[in-house]
């Protein structure tokens, strides 16, 4: 035992993880309940790894894997992983993890983690996509930074890459002379599960039960350490117990920390981390100005943002509070939340002369995420301004206009900055006389790197058993790789209809029209039927008011202060034609790829806040949805009913009707509504 306790002690670095005294008895009580004997060894291995002792008798507990989507690895993979020393020198570095009372094994991807039964740390089985996701960007991206260290990796089920020359001139031998150096070159390979001396640092901020973590050791080769940091004590012995549970004790090192003051603190050269991945409950904002910092030159940065209300036009002022941007609620908003993170990232970074390189922005389900390298440069910083925009957003017609914050000329060898002119429009929009309404500043360049994002899909492709959520993953990859690249934000065939009140027209029949014109056009993986083009407004009205004489609207029921009378009142300047052409339906889409996933079960989505004290969600929380869903629509016609209902005020205190108040005083029932 005391072994035991000495090999936990180094899987936790913290500077304020300890026992209060409250706590202790706490756990010594129920230990006596347990009927287990608190010997002075076990009083040693609590204070130091805070691990209750194990019953005597362990009963067996269930394991459940619940993700719906997760088509189910093999067995030998759900195992906790093991390095390749000998059996003996496994027994002693390893040591086999009781599970406590209560206690689940949740299972994803090749890791097996121990999971409390009550809310205390986090975990959303939705995110599995997520991590799926992160592991095979985390990958490549280790691959193409370990190449140039003369170092290969290794990836189990993955096939050798073959590289075709397109020169004739190039002969067998000369092949064999460019193999042969290239092995030279990398002689050293990194696989997964095993310490790297040349690998990469990788630090997950917000860790809780160290899934992603722990995913990442297993998963993920050429790596040198990962850092699981959570400012939750009982989520950093978490970490620890799931740690040494899989096996990854020699690379996974869990820390009790506050993330931004642990990152704050290696800000130097030599101490930044190649990989920061930030998945807070919410928010990431306060996290962002530490990361840009301690992430090291050309290091990956990882985050994502359930905020999505906020950042989705809800509440703009907020948005702008955390974000120095406006959100707008428009259709095209979750693909401006992307350009809201990618514009702060790219101006705090600013504020310490470095800049983001975007490699990957996807939104997806509740949320975004965005993975961005950031380097370090005092002249490409003088970019940022011209790479930021204003968003005019009609209010009437939806139209909008970019307007860039700077302004670049060349001037031979040299750039020229200056402030941009503007505005791009006028006081009323142009088609249909309604104002505008300003959102921003974004970013307006790519918000993806379409060879990187290629070098993902190829390795997901070629290896689909390794995540369970590769077609989904293979599905939006590809749609982002035929995503226009220099085309901010995107209209919807639904809202130009619904603006002129007339049937939506086919989205093939729609898609050939602009490319007629003249024009490019793409899909959005952000939403089903987007439409990315680079028309101006003008030719998207011209395109509907060809298709609303071919499906007329009854104009007498239009009024003349709306915009479709005044969009359909004007003659269009372009005849479109909507013969369907053949590149107008995108390769994803003729594949059938899993691009818009439905959910695969009910309340799909966000989770609750974990709590301290495990308060977690309520099993009546069902009921209690039911209850308040439709209630506008099931109105009260009979004041008796009210008494159905109990009295807010008489639970204050404050309710001064006494009987006859029409709500219920009764006591019960209201400490079932608090309950609730």
């Known amino acids: 035992m005391l072994v035991r306790t000495a090999r936990l002690v180094p899987l936790i670095t913290s500077s304020h993880l300890y026992f209060s005294h409250t706590s202790f008895v706490r756990q010594i009580f129920q230990w006596k309940l347990r009927g287990t004997a608190c010997t002075a060894a076990a009083f040693s291995r609590t204070l130091k790894t805070m691990e209750p002792v194990k019953d005597s008798q362990e009963t067996a507990v269930p394991v459940t894997d619940p993700s719906p989507t997760t088509t ?15 059996s003996d020198e496994k027994t002693m570095t390893t040591p086999p993890v009781g599970l406590l009372p209560g206690e689940t094994v949740v299972k994803e991807g090749k890791a097996a983690i121990l999971f409390p039964s009550a809310n205390e740390v986090f ?57 042969k150096n290239g092995a030279e070159e990398q002689s050293i390979t990194a696989t997964v599960g095993e310490k790297c001396d040349r690998g990469i640092h990788v630090l997950e901020g917000l860790a809780a039960s160290g899934l992603r973590s722990v995913r990442f050791a297993l998963e993920v080769p050429g790596l040198k350490s990962v850092t699981a940091n959570d400012f939750s004590t009982k989520a950093a012995a978490l970490i620890a117990r799931n740690a040494q549970y899989n096996g990854v004790s020699n690379l996974l090192q869990a820390s009790c920390r506050d993330a931004s003051m642990l990152m704050y603190e290696m800000r130097g050269k030599k101490d930044r981390y190649d990989v920061i991945d930030l998945d807070p409950y919410g928010s990431p904002s306060c996290f ?26 809800n509440s703009g002022e907020t948005c702008y509070s955390k974000y120095g941007s406006i959100s707008i609620k428009a259709k095209y908003c979750h693909e401006m939340a992307l350009r809201i993170i990618l514009h702060s990232l790219d101006q705090r970074a600013g504020v310490y002369q470095r800049y983001i390189q975007p490699l990957l922005s996807v939104s997806v389900d509740f949320y975004i995420r965005v993975f961005v390298r950031v380097f370090t440069g005092q002249v490409k910083v003088k970019n940022s301004a011209s790479k930021q925009a204003l968003v005019y957003n009609c209010v009437g017609c939806g139209s909008f206009h ?120 793409s899909l959005s993986h952000a939403c089903k039927n987007a439409i990315k083009t680079d028309a101006p407004p003008a030719v998207l009205w011209d395109i509907m008011r060809c298709w609303e004489k071919a499906n007329p609207v009854k104009r007498e029921k239009l009024s003349e202060t709306s915009p479709a009378f005044k969009i ?109």
């Open 72 to 86: 189910g690895p093999l067995a030998e993979d759900l195992s906790p992983a093991t390095s390749d020393t000998p």
């Open 402 to 521: 970019l307007q860039r914050m700077g302004k670049r000329t060349v001037n031979g060898k040299h750039m020229k900055y200056s402030a941009a002119t503007g505005p791009p429009v006028g006081a009323e929009c142009d088609h249909c006389g309604q104002r505008h309404q300003m959102g921003g500043p974004v970013w307006a360049e790519p918000i993806h790197d379409a060879a990187f994002v290629q070098k993902v899909l190829s390795a997901v492709s070629g290896n689909p058993s390794r995540f369970g959520t590769s077609k989904r993953i293979e599905g939006i990859l590809s749609m982002v790789t035929e995503e226009l690249e220099d085309v901010p934000l995107y209209y919807t065939v639904e809202s130009l209809s619904s603006t002129i009140h007339c049937n939506t027209p086919p989205l093939l029949q729609f898609r050939s029209a602009l490319l007629h014109a003249g024009h490019r056009v």
């Open 288 to 313: 962002l100005d530490a990361a840009v910092q301690a992430v090291s030159e050309g290091g990956l940065l990882c985050v994502t943002c359930t905020d999505m209300a906020v950042m989705a036009g």
């Open 123 to 179: 975990y959303n089985p939705v995110q599995e996509f997520n991590r799926d996701l992160t592991c095979a960007v985390i990958t490549e991206f280790a691959r193409d930074l370990m190449a140039q260290r003369g170092v290969k990796v290794v990836v189990p089920g993955e096939k050798d890459r073959v590289v075709v020359s397109l020169s004739e001139e190039t002969n067998e031998a000369d092949a064999q002379v460019e193999e």
């Open 568 to 676: 359909l009142n004007t003659e269009p300047k372009l005849e479109a034609c909507f013969t369907i052409r053949e590149d107008a339906n995108p390769q994803s889409r003729k594949r059938h790829l899993t691009r818009f996933q439905e959910n695969p079960q009910a309340f799909w989505g966000p989770k609750a806040r974990a709590r301290s004290n495990g308060g977690g969600i309520a099993t009546n929380l069902q009921d209690k949805r039911k209850k308040l869903q439709n209630k506008r629509k099931n109105q009260i016609t009979d004041s008796s009913q009210l008494k159905d209902f109990p009295c807010k005020k008489f639970r204050q205190g404050t309710c001064t009707h006494g009987e006859k108040c029409c709500y219920s005083h009764n006591p019960e029932q209201t400490n079932e509504e608090k309950m609730e």
